[in-house]
């Protein structure tokens, strides 16, 4: 009988504020994979807003699976996939690195590389270019990271943030390349020390878990969010309702176009309601931090073990 798996990989917001390319925390929303080997490769996309006219060569899927078999000297058998995603595409919700992730798995598996979760941050962080997103995709939790110049990422882990998270999901796309070009190329010294200062705010405050002084330097971003906000969909006024109806801080997620709020958890239903009402053309999702990371489940006779 032949192998099945099923790899599930959680999406994530990236630098809550200020952490830009540093900070990442992973939410209860879900790409999944089910792979079983095959004589020719298909990916069959189940979930409807993934786009289906994609060829194999082009699938992102594919090409970092191929790519990270490459780097070990192994060839990728050919794959039939089943995708499912809860993460919408473009929107600052971590699709692309969940992609790479998972795809880093599925090389993983099907050629037997026995990679420790180590080369996956790193494999992942240095495709990404970034280690944000990925490394909150590979552990789950929150995660504080850097990538040094040769591409080896040291993460600081960080669980059981007790908050919640509302998204406020735009319905246009924002490439994260669109979104980088508009950041300048330099800062003078004096910003860059308020900046960094307010940076480093957010991450001891993250890591006392103070919720009220996370949503205060979440809001105090100096990096990117002055010059992307324009980018964005009701920016403002999503900060300034999401704060009268109770949110600690709100922030871009990622590069956008996705607004994030936290929140206490005791006030989530009625948060997303007002919200919801406020601004009617936003899908409003109510998300927790995800506590697993990746997770890789064998199928046997189609059932899970
Ligand atoms: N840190 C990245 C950015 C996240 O803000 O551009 C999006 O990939």
């Not at 079983?36 to 996309?45: D, K, L, V, Y």
């Not at 990271?145 to 080896?152: A, F």
Request: aromatic share 6%; hydrophobic share 40%; charged share 20%.
């Amino acid at each position: 009988m032949s192998k099945k798996w099923q790899i599930t990989v959680p999406g994530s917001t990236a630098n809550l504020g200020p952490g830009f390319d540093s900070i990442g925390l992973s939410l209860n929303l879900y790409l999944e994979l089910t792979v079983s080997i095959a004589e020719q490769w298909e990916i069959i996309h189940v979930t409807d807003h993934l786009p289906q006219d994609i060829v194999i060569e082009d699938h992102l899927i594919y090409t970092i699976a191929k790519e990270t078999a490459a780097r070990f000297n192994k060839e990728l058998p050919p794959c039939r996939i089943e995708m499912r995603s809860e993460l919408p595409y473009a929107r600052g919700l971590g699709s692309s690195a969940a992609a790479i992730v998972a795809a880093i798995e599925l090389a993983n598996l099907v050629c037997n590389l026995q990679l420790s979760t180590q080369d996956k941050l790193n494999i992942s962080s240095q495709i990404e270019g970034h280690p944000d997103n990925a490394t909150a995709s590979v552990l789950g939790g929150l995660t504080i990271s850097q990538m040094d110049e040769h591409g080896v990422v040291d993460t600081i882990h960080i669980k059981d943030l007790d908050a919640s998270f509302v998204v406020f999901i735009p319905n246009i796309e924002l490439k994260t390349s669109k979104a980088r070009k508009v950041l300048p190329e330099q800062f003078d010294r004096g910003y860059a020390v308020r900046a960094s200062a307010n940076a480093n705010m957010l991450a001891a405050s993250l890591m006392l878990k103070d919720y009220e002084r996370i949503g205060r330097y979440m809001e105090s971003d100096l990096f990117h969010e002055p010059f992307r906000s324009k980018l964005i969909p009701n920016f403002d006024e999503i900060h300034c309702a999401a704060k009268d109806a109770g949110a600690y801080g709100t922030a871009l997620s990622g590069a956008g176009p996705t607004v994030i709020s936290i929140i206490p958890n005791d006030i989530g239903e009625q948060f997303v309601v007002k919200m919801k009402k406020q601004f009617p053309a936003h899908e409003i999702l109510l998300t927790k931090p995800d506590h697993r990371g990746i997770s890789v489940t064998e199928v046997l006779n189609d059932v899970l073990t």
